[in-house]
């Protein structure tokens, strides 16, 4: 069957992807599952912030604060990242009609599982009670930090995968420019790669040790430092497989195509440079970093949100196409024309919509006058909440609407149920947002049992009624979601009807415009000088603070609160 990719016409025969598909599907149904069970956690956060205690209901959790850590670590850290590994390992694959090496992915696979089992005990055993973003001094069971190492690896061994696919691949076709979602998919992954040193040095030369009793303590200050260096741009590595699917994939769903090929390659280029050396705006408020560092951080900070800027007139330009192929006319006519029941491209523009909201509140975070206001407030989960929990996550059911039945091929369980679900989430999430930014305007801290408060303390937050009903509400409308899209999702996976081969969805693969800037095209391909120019940005961005805390060590000894 002959596929259009936006670089090209190639020949598949569906089936010689038979390997490719079952370790991608075994990622994409474990990254489901950790979401089932952190995302029915969440409409009891909604409900704490509305003044509802209902953790009565969940006699297996210890506190609100094993509880949160449960949400936190399945829904951002293990959905996320086995999505990733299923989706961006399967479509480079299929793009470079490529032999991957499964013995390895599905070793990579293995590791994973083992390391979610285990971080698994120490959060259910209750020793791990320390959130997704474990700050010491915070002290977790070795179980935990062991665990999530083992995710990491896990990872970084499937883009280990892709990147070799991309060389196989480039020493057959010297001449020829990485395929666009080859590309956007090897670039995110050495993002990673880089990217994730922070949390491999702060997990194995100091938590890991320090769980294990061998060292006394751990200077907070630097496992911080050495976190959000990880943890910035880990929201990238979320975030930037909804982005290949928005660049690669979602144009031919609306009927139209890519507006520019190089302007999508520039995007991933600049997250590639910018993602990484911007993690001290999440520690504005942190002593111990001069300021003149943190208005660093704050600068290439705005750097970063330039690649997302870009995207969103690329996109919506390609949009626009695709509703006036459709007869839309008129200035916004256009935007009636998108086909709005197919439930894979609703629940992503959906997605994108909800994005220019958190979007705009991340530039305010990252000002480093207004983060005053809302730093470790609750409008810090609103932020998070349009971002990874409404762009990231309902793009992620838009995908698997397509992509359930193409790699099961059994036929998407009930359409219009998808649909619902895609509608749900999006109205849940976003009123969730309008309660929780509101609440931080006016004070309310995030990661507060707030529900449960002495009189005393509920009365400084007697001003904050409406928003934490609001909050509330959303909690019922995204519990109703959660519903719809599960059903869904078992629905398709268990199905007794198997679709013929003529009926199972392909991948969407759009064309794209500008293929003709080929030596931009080129310049931007050579990865490796791009990789340095990143590499050097992060020392210069990071190396005098890292270097002056590693040694200026003050450890201190762990406590466990709940
Ligand atoms: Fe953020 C905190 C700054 C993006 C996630 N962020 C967080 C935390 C998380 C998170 C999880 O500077 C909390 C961490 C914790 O637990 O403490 N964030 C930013 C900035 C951006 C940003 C500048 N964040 C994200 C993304 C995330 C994410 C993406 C997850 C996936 N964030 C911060 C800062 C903090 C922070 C501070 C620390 C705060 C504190 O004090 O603790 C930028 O990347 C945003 C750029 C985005 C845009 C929007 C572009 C719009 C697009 C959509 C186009 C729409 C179309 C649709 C085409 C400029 C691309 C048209 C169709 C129609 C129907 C109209
Ligand atoms: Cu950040």
């Not at 520019?260 to 911007?278: H, I, K, N, T």
């Not at 002593?287 to 208005?295: F, R, S, T, V």
């Not at 629940?347 to 470790?376: E, R, T």
Request: net charge positive; proline share 6%; aromatic share 14%.
């Amino acid at each position: 069957m002959a596929v259009t990719t936006a670089t090209g016409v190639r020949a598949h025969a569906v089936d010689t992807f038979g390997p490719a598909k079952r370790v991608s599907l075994a990622y994409i149904v474990t990254a489901l599952l950790a979401l089932l069970v952190g995302g029915a956690l969440g409409p009891f956060q909604a409900f704490n912030y509305g003044g509802i205690d209902l953790y009565g209901l969940l006699p297996f959790l210890q506190s609100y604060y094993q509880g949160l850590t449960l949400h936190g670590v399945l829904n951002a850290l293990v959905f996320t990242t086995f999505f990733n590994a299923g989706l961006l390992f399967y479509l480079p694959v299929r793009d470079l009609n490529a032999k991957p090496a499964m013995t390895w992915m599905w070793g990579s696979y293995g590791i994973g599982v083992a390391g979610l089992v285990i971080a698994g005990i120490g959060i259910i055993g209750n020793t791990s009670s320390v959130l997704y973003t474990f700050y010491p001094p915070l002290y977790g069971h070795w179980s935990f930090y062991t665990g999530l190492a083992l995710v990491v690896v896990s990872s970084l061994m499937v883009g280990a995968e892709v990147i070799r696919l991309r060389l196989v691949w480039r020493k057959a076709n010297p001449d020829q420019a990485t395929p666009l979602v080859t590309y956007m998919s090897v670039v995110l992954w050495m993002m990673w790669m880089l990217a994730s040193v922070g949390i491999v040095v702060s997990v194995v030369g100091f938590l890991i040790p320090w769980s294990f009793g061998l060292r006394e303590g751990v200077d907070p200050l630097l496992a911080r430092t050495l976190f959000w260096y990880t943890g910035h741009p880990i929201v990238y590595f979320w975030l930037l497989p909804a982005y290949v699917s928005w660049y690669a994939l979602v144009p031919k769903q609306a009927g139209g195509e890519l507006a520019s090929d190089p302007l999508g390659r520039l995007a991933f280029l600049m997250f590639l440079l910018f993602s990484v050396p911007v993690g001290f705006h999440h520690q504005f408020t942190d002593p111990g970093i001069p300021a003149g560092w943190k208005m660093v951080h704050s600068m290439l900070t705005m750097f970063v949100g330039i690649p997302s800027m870009l995207t969103a007139f690329t996109i919506a330009a390609s949009l626009e196409i695709a509703g006036r192929r459709r007869g839309g006319k008129g200035v916004l006519g256009w935007l009636g024309a998108l086909p709005w029941k197919n439930a894979s491209f609703t629940a992503q523009i959906l997605a994108m919509f909800a994005f220019i909201f958190g979007g705009a509140g991340g530039i305010v975070n990252a000002s480093f006058n207004l983060n005053m206001l809302v730093h470790n407030t609750a409008w810090i989960p609103g932020h998070f909440h349009l971002t990874v929990g409404t762009a990231v996550t309902l793009t992620f059911f838009g995908i698997t609407f397509w992509l359930l039945p193409h790699l099961t091929k059994k036929p998407l369980f009930r359409p219009r149920l998808a649909l619902w679900a895609a509608w749900t989430w999006f109205v849940g999430m976003m009123i969730f947002a309008i309660g929780m930014h509101w609440q931080g305007l006016l004070a309310v801290p995030r990661r507060a049992y707030i529900s449960n408060l002495p009189a005393a303390l509920a009365e400084g937050y007697a001003n904050a009624q409406v928003p934490m009903a609001v909050t509330a509400v959303s909690g019922v409308v995204l519990t109703f979601a959660l519903i719809f899209y599960f059903t869904v999702v078992f629905g398709t996976l268990f199905s007794r009807k198997t679709l013929a081969d003529a009926d199972v969805p392909e991948i969407p693969w759009s064309s794209a415009r500008n293929l003709k800037s080929v030596g931009l095209i080129k310049f931007m391909d050579q990865l490796n000088v791009w990789m340095g120019l990143a590499i050097f940005l992060v020392l210069v961005a990071y190396g005098p603070s890292l270097v002056s805390m590693l040694l200026n060590q003050v450890p201190v000894p762990g406590f466990k609160l709940w």
